[in-house]
């Protein structure tokens, strides 16, 4: 079958059909996605000028509720915790979720997660394509689908167009071993067009075996759209023909409404209270035309002269009737002011864009309590879409991100720490020297060392290790293979405000100094971490931290005694080794 035809007969279905959602209800995505793009960007459909020449403003609304959509279901790569799930280990664990954050900062993730919040409430729908583990982001404009399906997943036929110059196309032709490069290229220059299109399509083939037997197998196939021979015919030619299980393309959404793929966004929410503020912006800008025209009325033809310019400051007009200014001014001002305050409220409903959360103040005549209750209610709907994309992420990072990032960092490496995780890392180490060190002392030594000889040694340790700023720390071959976690992400952390967070600490500490055994007792501690995390608090803060004595602390306490003076200690065998460089 010509498979250029059956793209090019998807591509005018999906340009010029519009799908019946329900009867009276009919959508077109191509022509929604034109309209938000100009809407977003202050344009107008039927152009700049009205039937008059005048220009047209564009009073927009829509910008502001998608920014507050953004701000309110945004998070970054930090609230991405890592988690040790049945089975695991802790360290393992530990280590793994800050090697993960040094990657992702690398391969900068949180950079996506910004683009997808702030496209998200414009659009309604994003896509992003996964090559080679990395995602990259697809623009809609170019992207073919079946317009009634629920999901990618369920699409019959996904189809990306590419628009490449030949030097371009020839660089990722080579990269991506393609087939009729030099080809394509050549009839492109035979060509009038101005770029060379591909179509990149995902979805079932009919074809026919050997016994003629029809197949429908799924397959991506890149195909160039030029002439394939000397005739009229343009059958395109095949770049890669590949047959795979899925396509590539993962799907994120604002809002969905049965029997349409592409989500509701909020530019396409509002777009009657968009309309309507224009109406009323250019009408109250006509009026202001006339309203600033002097023009004087008389019944006494034999004036007929410009009273502005055919009249001298103080000069007297004989005349046979009086001159009178005609009234020019606006009387519907009080009108135009409720119409749009009518329309901007009906966009604040449709948008939760409520003015305490746009930052703006709220009227004098409301009191602190219903700004309250429209801040909570606004932000539970926010709280909703939040949790949505989160999970959607998180079956991203689940399937993607993570699998990519445990094969490139199979191989051993080293991993720095600094800061507060190095105080973390520092009682780790040196809980497990300690420990090593005291195995090899009963070894060789056949006995246990006594309690100061213990502290001194612990305290050689510690010196060796804090010494240092950051820690170098080598992480073997395979570390993480087959590694049991679970991935958590904060998807409230961004909703908590400092000065809330602020007193959430002051309370914690307040409860810890009234009872030190929060941070001991099993019980309590379970719920005392639990508010801590409803507070956004990262109950780790408050782990308490192994104390290690110094060897000027345990020998200030050896030099303590009644009378004489205290014989030098002696240090069991290996004490004092030690490495500059961590190794797990």
């Known amino acids: 079958m010509n498979i250029l035809k059956t793209i090019k007969k998807e591509e005018s279905d999906f340009e010029t059909e519009s799908i019946e959602i329900v009867k009276g209800y009919d959508f077109n995505q191509k022509d929604t996605l034109n309209r938000i793009y100009l809407y977003y960007n202050s344009k107008y459909e039927s152009g700049e000028k009205d039937d008059q020449g005048d220009k047209k403003y564009f009073d927009n609304i829509n910008r502001s509720p998608c920014n507050v959509g953004t701000k309110e279901i945004d998070f970054d790569t930090k609230h991405i915790r890592i988690q040790t799930a049945g089975g695991g280990s802790p360290l393992q664990t530990w280590f793994f979720e800050r090697d993960l954050k040094f990657w992702m900062k690398d391969k900068k993730f949180g950079q996506v997660l910004n683009r997808l919040f702030h496209e ?294 080293t991993l720095r720490i600094a800061g507060e995780d190095l105080d973390k890392l520092n009682n780790l180490l040196i809980e497990n020297k300690t420990r090593t060190r005291i195995f090899e002392i009963i070894k060789s030594e056949k006995r246990l060392p006594t309690l100061k000889e213990f502290d001194l040694l612990k305290g050689i340790i510690a010196d060796k290790i804090k010494a240092g700023k950051e820690q170098l720390v080598k992480i073997p071959k395979e570390f993480y293979k087959n590694l049991k976690y679970k991935i958590d992400i904060d998807i409230v952390g961004e909703a908590i405000d400092t000065r809330t967070k602020s007193a959430n600490i002051l309370a914690a500490l307040q409860a810890i100094t009234a009872d030190p055994t929060l941070l001991t007792d099993p019980l309590k501690k379970k719920f005392f971490y639990r508010f801590l995390e409803q507070g956004g608090i990262s109950p780790i803060d408050f782990q308490p931290e192994q104390e290690t004595s110094s060897i000027e602390g345990v020998m200030a306490e050896r030099s303590k005694g009644a009378g004489g003076g205290v014989s030098r200690p002696s240090l069991p065998q290996g004490a004092v080794a030690g490495t500059k460089e961590a190794t797990l």
Do not use: C
């Open 120 to 413: 998200l409430p414009i659009f309604g729908s994003v896509v992003l394509k996964i090559i080679d583990g990395t995602p990259y982001f697809v623009d809609l404009r170019n992207f073919i689908v079946e317009q009634n399906a629920d999901t990618l997943s369920e699409a019959n036929y996904i189809t990306e167009v590419h628009n490449y110059v030949p030097v371009e196309f020839r660089r990722i032709g080579k990269k991506k071993n393609w087939d009729n490069i030099e080809g394509v290229i050549e009839s492109f220059r035979e060509s009038k067009k101005d770029f060379i299109t591909v179509y990149e399509r995902y979805g079932e083939i009919e074809e026919e075996d050997e016994k003629g037997n029809k197949t429908y197998p799924y397959k991506r196939i890149i195909l160039a759209d030029v002439k394939s021979d000397d005739n009229d015919s343009n059958d395109g030619m095949i770049l890669n023909e590949t047959e795979v299980d899925s396509h590539p393309y993962r799907e994120f959404h604002w809002e969905k409404i049965p029997g349409r793929w592409l989500g509701v966004g909020r530019v396409e929410v509002i777009f009657d209270p968009q309309i309507r503020i224009n109406e009323i912006s250019n009408q109250q800008v006509k009026s202001s035309y006339f309203s600033t025209l002097r023009l004087w009325q008389t019944r006494d033809e034999g004036v007929n002269r410009n009273l502005l310019t055919d009249v001298e400051n103080g000069e007297i007009l004989n005349v046979d009737d009086e001159i009178t200014q005609v009234d020019m001014a606006d009387r519907n001002l009080a009108y135009y002011t409720q119409e749009i305050d009518k329309w901007l409220g009906n966009r604040d409903e449709l948008t939760f864009a409520r003015d305490v959360l746009r930052g703006e103040r709220a009227p004098t005549s409301s009191t602190l309590g219903a700004v309250q209750i429209a801040a909570g209610q606004a932000g539970s709907y926010f709280d909703k879409i939040r949790q949505s994309i989160a999970m959607a992420i998180k079956d991203l990072l689940y399937e993607i991100i993570i699998p990519q990032f445990e094969k490139e960092n199979n191989s051993e490496h």
